[in-house]
């Protein structure tokens, strides 16, 4: 117990912060765990629809539930209530997970314990199939997919009409620490889902790279992009691998797309911003600056948006 705990605790530290201010990092997240979790209230207990375009619901931290017609796709599923035995969630997950009767594709975007979290997966459905970036299969346990596959960047899944696409990402791999080093250039990937004239875009964690997402922008044509927004703080620090909201805003217009939706806030202490609400504070002085809040969608932890009947 003490060696998973200790995995857990230098884990965590390193995907939160990127290897630097990790002692005021823990000292923070640590005077949250007496605090109780904010609940969901009027949960949705059905949230897959039996004719819908195109739907999102936000279940908190970068798990979201993405229905493009009749084929379901879940991201980076998190429902515990910690991640590492350390740092608790702020707010509980938007649904049950029982809820959840069926999932085509589950996508992992890397394998750091808040996005490729194993107790979150054994709650699930296994009726689909799991994808992850190269390199990460041998930390997959036999969850029982139907099957569980690799997607190296530019590789496309491709069946009955879904179109799945790994894309360059700036982030970092590993799981335990000690492993970072020998996979710094894999382990981590966003996505492109494309079925039915419909193209979502995942971007998982990453930090800002200007040739990655305009070639991105290029290839595709994006109804919708899904990008984190925090941590802010520190910048210097979190720069690197973690956009900002001014930096998603940008991602957006790389991109082309036609919809922002912002993740990866409010669930966790996050770095050292200031209150969970901040991310979002700044994401939203940044659309008013750019006139675009016609564009951008802002999620409750638990709300569903139907984007296309």
Same mark, same amino acid.
């Given at each position: 117990?003490?060696?998973?705990?200790c995995?857990?605790?230098?884990?965590?530290?390193?995907?939160?912060?990127?290897?630097?201010?990790?002692?005021?990092?823990?000292?923070?997240?640590?005077?949250?765990?007496?605090?109780?979790?904010?609940?969901?209230?009027?949960? #949705?207990?059905?949230?897959?629809? /039996?004719?819908?375009? @195109? &739907?999102? *619901?936000?279940?908190g931290?970068?798990? +979201? $539930?993405?229905?493009?017609?009749?084929?379901?796709?879940?991201t980076?599923?998190?429902?515990?209530?910690?991640?590492?035995?350390?740092?608790?969630?702020?707010?509980?997950?938007?649904?049950?997970?029982?809820?959840?009767?069926?999932?085509?594709?589950t996508?992992?975007?890397? #394998?750091?314990?808040?996005?490729? /979290?194993?107790?979150? @997966? &054994?709650? *699930?459905?296994?009726?689909?199939?799991? +994808? $992850?970036?190269s390199?990460?299969?041998?930390?997959?346990?036999?969850?029982?997919?139907?099957?569980?596959?690799?997607?190296?960047?530019?590789?496309?899944?491709?069946?009955?009409?879904?179109?799945?696409?790994?894309?360059?990402?700036?982030?970092?791999?590993?799981r335990?620490?000690?492993d970072?080093?020998?996979?710094?250039?894999?382990?981590?990937?966003?996505?492109?889902?494309?079925?039915?004239?419909?193209?979502?875009?995942?971007?998982?964690?990453?930090?800002?790279?200007?040739?990655?997402?305009?070639?991105?922008?290029?290839?595709?044509?994006?109804?919708?992009?899904?990008?984190?927004?925090?941590?802010?703080?520190?910048?210097?620090?979190?720069?690197?691998?973690?956009?900002?909201p001014?930096?998603?805003?940008?991602?957006?217009?790389?991109?082309?797309?036609?919809?922002?939706?912002?993740?990866h806030?409010?669930?966790?202490?996050?770095?050292?911003?200031?209150?969970?609400?901040?991310?979002?504070?700044?994401?939203?002085?940044?659309?008013?600056?750019?006139?675009?809040?016609?564009?951008?969608v802002?999620?409750?932890?638990?709300?569903?948006?139907?984007?296309?009947?």
């Amino acid at each position: 117990m003490r060696i998973v705990l200790c995995a857990g605790v230098l884990a965590l530290g390193l995907l939160a912060s990127g290897c630097g201010p990790i002692p005021g990092f823990f000292l923070r997240i640590s005077s949250q765990i007496p605090d109780p979790i904010e609940t969901v209230s009027d949960k #949705i207990t059905d949230p897959i629809h /039996s004719n819908v375009g @195109l &739907s999102v *619901l936000w279940v908190g931290h970068a798990t +979201l $539930l993405i229905q493009i017609h009749e084929k379901v796709f879940l991201t980076d599923p998190l429902f515990t209530n910690t991640v590492g035995m350390v740092a608790k969630r702020l707010v509980e997950p938007g649904i049950e997970p029982s809820s959840v009767s069926r999932v085509d594709y589950t996508l992992i975007s890397h #394998i750091h314990l808040d996005h490729f /979290s194993y107790g979150s @997966l &054994s709650l *699930l459905p296994k009726n689909g199939k799991l +994808l $992850l970036p190269s390199g990460s299969a041998h930390y997959v346990p036999e969850f029982g997919f139907l099957e569980t596959r690799e997607l190296t960047v530019w590789e496309t899944l491709e069946e009955d009409g879904v179109r799945v696409t790994a894309v360059p990402v700036q982030h970092f791999a590993g799981r335990y620490g000690f492993d970072t080093s020998w996979m710094r250039n894999s382990g981590f990937t966003g996505y492109v889902i494309e079925y039915k004239g419909v193209t979502v875009f995942f971007g998982g964690d990453t930090g800002y790279h200007p040739e990655y997402f305009k070639e991105i922008g290029s290839r595709f044509s994006i109804d919708v992009a899904l990008l984190l927004i925090s941590p802010v703080e520190p910048r210097d620090f979190m720069r690197r691998v973690h956009l900002d909201p001014a930096e998603a805003i940008q991602v957006f217009e790389d991109l082309h797309a036609r919809i922002l939706i912002p993740m990866h806030y409010r669930t966790f202490m996050q770095g050292f911003d200031p209150t969970p609400g901040y991310p979002l504070e700044l994401l939203r002085q940044g659309v008013e600056e750019k006139r675009i809040s016609d564009r951008v969608v802002v999620l409750d932890i638990g709300e569903q948006k139907i984007l296309k009947k």
